[in-house]
């Protein structure tokens, strides 16, 4: 009788600590209807003030007022754009979020990171940086042609700035400057809000630059002499690509937002709905004109398509900068 009640007494514990595993296995599927339940923690991997900042600001805006809860912007720059990536590696849940720049692609080729790319999960791809190369107002070369004779005849006398010592910029660049045997003194910044004020400021002779040498374009204080895309832009026809010039090299540089691994898909959905419509939503057109950058929209799946894919031609990326003794 004894030992009856004991076993009885054991298969109820049993079958209640069951229910309460069943219980809390069940409560992410439950929350995921009412997920945002608190505020989202967006990563941009570059100071305030920049492109990135600026159109992610616009967006988050509009995409909180679809979730229902607020988006706080937290500006990590720095570690060539990758501090987003390695802040998902660490997030709890789903309420953290983050800027994908290419860079989150490469770093693994050069560097011990601490995160994995193929890890993370993606959820839309937003637009693509428009990159030009652009000179104050009152510099002396009036087109490419004129700063590459000058550039020859100068050889490590003029300096270009860009955004990362290893960004795809710098890449491009370098491919550019081998083409025509020119030799710059490139110079590498941490993001485009430094890089302007030492463009503006006469410390850096021509600078490779994104949607933020836009208003300094419209108020006089800079021009492009070429743009590194693969198309003439539509806010600057005028403007040749390095293609028109003879050299095929351009930037591809999309980015869009991922979070941690294994984020459940209705929150994904949820996320890339609400961004999505912040997408096409006036303000966030507006905003992507204002910087001169395309709209560049990938689903979720597409998304992590194009990750895997870019994650590969890294690597190629990667050889180029080590042939260059760039890196080690």
Request: aromatic share 8%.
């Amino acid at each position: 009788m004894h030992t009856n009640d004991t076993r009885r007494r054991f298969i109820g514990r049993t079958l209640l600590a069951g229910l309460g595993l069943a219980g809390l296995a069940a409560a992410p599927m439950a929350s995921a209807a009412d997920y945002p339940d608190k505020p989202i923690q967006l990563i941009v991997p570059y100071g305030a003030g920049g492109p990135t900042d600026a159109l992610l600001r616009t967006l988050a805006t509009q995409a909180s007022q679809q979730l229902g809860q607020s988006i706080v912007i937290e500006n990590r720059p720095g570690a060539n754009g990758t501090f987003g990536a390695a802040m998902l590696a660490r997030a709890r849940d789903s309420h953290t979020i983050a800027v994908i720049p290419a860079t989150v692609f490469r770093e693994p080729f050069l560097a011990k990171v601490p995160y994995d790319p193929l890890k993370l999960t993606y959820i839309i791809g937003l637009t693509d940086y428009v990159f030009g190369l652009a000179v104050r107002q009152d510099a002396p070369w009036q087109s490419w042609q004129e700063l590459a004779e000058d550039a020859a005849r100068r050889p490590g006398r003029i300096s270009v700035g860009m955004a990362g010592a290893t960004g795809t910029a710098r890449i491009v660049l370098g491919e550019i400057a081998d083409a025509k045997q020119l030799d710059f003194n490139f110079i590498p910044y941490k993001g485009d809000s430094e890089l302007t004020t030492d463009l503006l400021g006469g410390h850096v002779d021509a600078a490779a630059m994104t949607g933020t040498a836009v208003q300094y374009i419209s108020s006089g204080r800079m021009r492009y002499l070429a743009m590194l895309t693969a198309e003439r832009a539509e806010l600057f026809p005028d403007v040749p690509t390095f293609r028109d010039l003879g050299v095929e090299a351009w930037v591809d540089s999309p980015f869009g937002l991922a979070g941690p691994a294994d984020m459940p898909p209705a929150h994904v959905q949820r996320i890339h709905d609400a961004f999505k419509a912040a997408l096409e939503s006036p303000q966030g057109r507006q905003a992507l004109a204002s910087l001169n950058q395309p709209l560049n929209y990938m689903a979720p799946q597409a998304y992590a398509d194009y990750a895997r894919q870019a994650i590969e031609r890294e690597k190629g990326r990667v050889e180029y900068l080590r042939a260059q003794g760039l890196v080690n």
